[in-house]
């Protein structure tokens, strides 16, 4: 891998489509529930520059990749967006609708890689777009996507994961569950310093590539 234009022309649309869709996604499924406050911030759009947050989304993966390319590492992107803002106690029905506005995110990145499965097939030498850059980029698609599907999915909050479980187990529970939440991202960190989070995270993959391959029969 090398820093060159044609590179990072291929990793940024991949990247910049998955976060601006998937934070995009809470805000709307939360207004569909109740809550405007996402709307009323202005991060209900497909505007990227709303969305991405400077260390979570720029340097930090910038850091992994430069990581990887000066030591030869396996590469593993990990990042984050500017969080959308969700007033939990203007939903219908918090404790359920919760479950639905978390649940939106990790969902839109599945349905992202589907279309960049659907590219792939397009763009391959016997598609009818057949490309050698559209055909990397819908490798890179895939792959973030699922990976970021796939991070949000593990069961520790803030991640939207850990809201879900939070909505789904009984109250006395999913209350002692949600107040792990301050502690969230210094947990995710130490996976990743460990090396556990890549393990934690590859079932996750491993099940959304069987769905994409039975959805697309690829």
Known sequence: MNFSFETIVLWAVPVVFAITLHEASHGYIAKMFGDRTAELAGRVTLNPLKHIDPIGTILVPGALVALAVFTKAPLFIFGWAKPVPVNYANLRRPKRDMIWVAGAGPLANFFMAFLWVLLLKASAPSGVWASDGLYQMGQIGVSVNLMLMALNLLPIPPLDGGRIAVGILPNAAGYA?????????????????????DDLMMPLVHGGQFLLRALTGS
């Open 177 to 197: 569950l949600s107040r792990v939440e301050p502690y969230g991202f210094m947990i995710i960190l130490v996976l990743l310093a460990v090396r556990l989070l």
